[in-house]
Antibody, heavy 119, light 110 residues
């Protein structure tokens, strides 16, 4: 059974860079897209970016080039970097597995990590 | 930004049937499949329905989904107390070139 374990800094100051990593255990890493999704406190879900095992990426245009997503297939890990954070980036960040075709559902989800941006 | 519209809340008594709608457009739900997630308080979302009407293993059959054109529905038949949660629909949008979620619906069991 695929499990996702995520980690990263939980408290940032404005203008810093958010860095999160997610490790996949218990399944195949190749053949899937791997995404980051966030949820501001009390609000809905927002897809951020995805990467596949070969390093091909797609990201949400609303982040205006602040996002970098990368993959390390040797460690079955993928990472998210979000630059120039502001209070609006405060959210719970989830790593998830997508499908093989890129238009798929998300399952499973990581446990989530709350990232707070505050001066 | 949410491009799929859901009602903010629905409620029902135990045993009743509730329906959650999800409305999109020609660039998303008309062309791509819809998936549904359940988010219990304080937990990560969990896949509930995939490809419009399919239930993953372990999801009770009181949950069902359907899609027609630019609209989709999640139906809970025989509402139970443990179904009290937030529910989100999800699809892909060709104009945005990305995955999109619904605005979310809070289900309250009376």
């Amino acid at each position: 059974q695929v499990q996702l374990q995520q980690w990263g800094a939980g408290l940032l100051k404005p203008s810093e860079t958010l860095s999160l990593t997610c490790a996949m255990h218990g399944g195949s890493f190749s053949g899937y897209y791997w995404s980051w999704i966030r949820q501001p406190p009390g609000k809905g879900l927002e897809w951020i970016a995805e990467v596949n095992y070969s390093g091909s990426t797609n990201d949400n245009p609303s982040f205006k080039s602040r996002v970098t997503i990368s993959v390390d297939t040797s460690k079955t890990q993928f990472s998210l970097h979000l630059t120039s954070v502001t209070a609006a980036d405060t959210a719970v960040y989830y790593c998830v597995r997508g499908g093989s075709g890129g238009y798929s559902w998300f399952d499973p989800w990581g446990q989530g990590i709350l990232v707070t941006v505050s001066s | 930004q949410s491009v799929l519209t859901q009602p903010p809340s629905v409620s029902g008594a135990p045993g009743q049937r509730v329906i959650i709608s999800c409305t999109g457009s020609s660039s998303n739900m008309a062309r791509f499949d819809v998936h549904w997630y359940q988010q219990l308080p304080g937990t990560a979302p969990k896949l509930l329905i995939y490809v419009n009407s399919n239930r993953p293993s372990g999801v009770p059959d009181r949950f069902s989904g359907s899609k027609s054109g630019t609209s989709a529905s999640l139906v809970i038949t025989g509402l139970q107390a443990e179904d009290e949660a937030d529910y989100y629909c999800q699809s892909y949008d060709s104009s945005l070139s990305g995955h999109v979620f619904g605005t979310g619906t809070k289900v309250t069991v009376l």
